[in-house]
């Protein structure tokens, strides 16, 4: 009943301002199956595109919709064992990565802010969030023995300088119980860089991981289930490193030397070795996998995504119908970007 229900308020929202083309980025809930119903329904056509990373199946997140737009095809097998219902799937690479170069003068800021300092080398670490029932994932004990570890580190080491790119920044210090006198005590070395700003649900959705990426020599992400912040950090250039702390071992990132680990201690002496005696040849290098993350990596992302809902909707006002839309928008892209970035899933 709900559905239908939703649906037929789509179709009204459609006819009335005569909308042909629907496009979300909800992946995560069901919010866009009835709309991209309605759609079709109508001779129209749906897309959403991907903005978190991902590379397990997970079948709550089974897509619906005409055209879906991923980083990478690499996610085709993902979404064929979700049973999700897709018609092309288009590689994009990744949207948000116009963002990089714009952001480079504030990263650099911040860099030569620990510089004056003291800090030579600098480490951006996210946190990935915590659960507040710790059944379900990383709990407030665990989340508080990570900081704890990075924050003493900066403390001991004047050399050391920490970006800390909090998943939520507003409540991370209420979050960190007692911790958090560490992390203010790190604050005032003044090589420690962070913001408490938030602007939704206690995020700061306007600072992006590519920001701490882009001022330090190497990026922690501890949250290789959900690795977008760590994903996006790899893709500026910046070597980036994995935690895993529940033995993910079929992730992609263990087939790269020295970019997984499960131990703090492991990978601060390799870190520690690294910074102080001699460079490690590959150490967060991801070349090895880095076309299967995101193929093009040339800030293009967004750009190849607008350009193909332009091209749909010249077919539109063309007077064509939706099938001969989509096909012939698929060959397009695929003349013009390669045929390896398009896949027909149904």
Known sequence: KKFSREKKYWENLFSSVRSKIYVSHDKWTVNPIPAAAAIKEIGGISAIWQTSYYEFSSPDASVYTDIYFPFSTSVAKCEKQNGSAIKYLISVGYPFDYQFQLLKPKAIAIKKKLNRQGARKIISFFDGGSTDDERWGVGKTNYRKDYQFWLKK???EEWLGLVIKAKKPGSLKNRLGNVAELLEMAINTGRCYFSEEADYHGKNLYSRPAEAALASDIAIHCCLYAGSAGLEAGLTGTPTLFFDRFGLKYSQFYNVNNAVFNDWDVLWDLVKEHFT????????DWS????????FHDGKAAYRMTTYLNWLLDGFKQGLDRETIMANTAERYANEWGNDKVVYMS
């Not at 005696?277 to 967060?284: D, H, N, Q, V, Y």
Request: charged share 30%; hydrophobic share 35%; net charge negative.
């Open 154 to 156: 900066l403390l001991e």
């Open 288 to 295: 090895p996998i880095i076309d299967d993350l995101d193929p």
């Open 277 to 284: 005696k001699k460079s490690i040849p590959g150490l967060g």
